[in-house]
């Protein structure tokens, strides 16, 4: 991430810098802008196999080598996203307990294969399915994006509301659900916590 270059202005910046997601839970969790859920190198060098957009403002470009769920979620405060927050819940949940069941199995064919042959096919197999990793964004990783992983928190981790949100805020300093939002994450809460 060191460069010899100059920097001096914003257009500078972002020429020569990479701003990568915001990391909630380490080759698990990001959070992060549509901008860079459009950059490939991050993608990549975060190793990202899923993405929940969000947005209206972003499309989904790497259909062909990731699994999306997009959720079309307006920064209003006459949005309901009760419902988005299920789905993203449940894709996430999906996600990992399919890699868990993968996993089982592979390592249930690899203790009974008996040839070298089977073995490396396994081998194979289980570096095809690996563990999820999540890019959530919006436009700018600040409402929408932060409200389905507070959400997300607060269901797999039985956390409260405050505690989700003060752990996603130490995590990525510009969240700010609007005020909308919050209130449905709270009747979130009282369903789930």
Known sequence: MCINNEIRSAVDRHKFLTLYPNCVI???LYIGSGIQAKNWKIIRDLKITH????S????????NELKYLHVRIEDSYHEN??????????FMQDAFSN???DKERNDGRSSSASSTEESRSNTQTSTRSRRPVFL???NLGISRSSSILIAYLIAKYKLCLYSSFNFVKDKRLQIAPNYSFLRQLKQFEENYY
């Open 56 to 63: 209206v403002e972003h499309e989904c470009v790497f259909e």
């Open 51 to 54: 993405i929940i957009n969000a």
């Open 99 to 101: 890699y868990e069941k």
């Open 81 to 90: 996203i009760y419902d988005s927050l299920i789905k993203s819940y449940e």
């Open 136 to 138: 959530i964004h919006c």
């Open 26 to 28: 380490e080759n698990q």
